[in-house]
């Protein structure tokens, strides 16, 4: 399996800017986390998904940020507008469901690093 | 807020020491798991140990978990100078999240 696929690697934006980041996950795998790193605040979990829904969105900060999964291999990630302190690494990670073993461990794409000036 | 962290924040070794990370959390887990980051790279499941168990192997890694204490350790014998990373710990409760700590950063030096 090629593992999470993230795209774009790297993007860089001007503030105001629609952002949309994008993530494939492990094929099979039924839960899709996002999450934002940054020097400051370190590991952040924005949103996740379990069969393509939404199931907790409390992480992500604010109205700007949205995030989708229109079916069970693609999930995007989309700021609009973008603002500098959004700039940071965004991962899209995959798991499947361990059957209650507590045993459920977490597929980590490559990240996209996010720049807005 | 996050819930594990990890102590030191950086350690420096020579290549052949052993490096032992600890980490504490706060609320009681399901499991406690150990990531490693490469620079530049995503995170990658290293160990998990269960709540019911007091230590587990892996190769080089050892792991301990102590709930009465919300504490575990990561300690990787005879380190490698591939070994240097940032190590992440991070629990499970009641769902399918995990909430990292900020993580340390490890150096071993050849």
């Known amino acids: 399996d090629a593992g999470v696929i993230q795209s774009p690697r790297h993007e860089v934006t001007e503030m105001g800017q629609e952002v949309t980041l994008r993530c494939k996950p492990i094929s099979g795998h039924d839960y899709l986390f996002w999450y934002r790193q940054t020097m400051m605040r370190g590991l952040e979990l924005l949103i996740y998904f379990n069969n393509n829904v939404p199931i907790d969105d409390s992480g992500m900060p604010e109205d700007r940020f949205s995030a989708k999964m229109p079916n069970a291999s693609f999930s995007t990630l989309k700021i609009q507008p973008s603002e500098p302190r959004d700039s940071a690494v965004y991962f899209c990670a995959s798991s499947l469901y361990s059957g209650g073993t507590n045993t459920d461990t977490q597929y980590f794409g490559p990240g996209t690093r996010l720049t807005v000036l | 807020s996050q819930q594990g962290e990890e102590d030191p924040q950086a350690l420096s070794i020579q290549e052949g020491e052993n490096a032992t990370m600890n980490c504490s959390y706060k609320t009681s887990i399901n499991n406690l798991q150990w990531y490693r980051q490469n620079s530049g790279r995503g995170l990658v499941h290293l160990i998990l140990i269960r709540s019911n168990e007091r230590e587990k192997h892996s190769g080089r890694l050892r792991v301990t978990l102590d709930t009465s204490k919300k504490s575990s350790s990561l300690l990787i014998t005879a380190s490698r100078a591939a070994d240097t990373a940032s190590y992440f710990c991070?629990?499970?409760?009641?769902?399918?999240?995990?909430?990292f700590g900020k993580g340390m950063k490890l150096t071993v030096n050849p």
């Open positions: 991070a629990t499970q409760g009641g769902s399918e999240k995990l909430v």
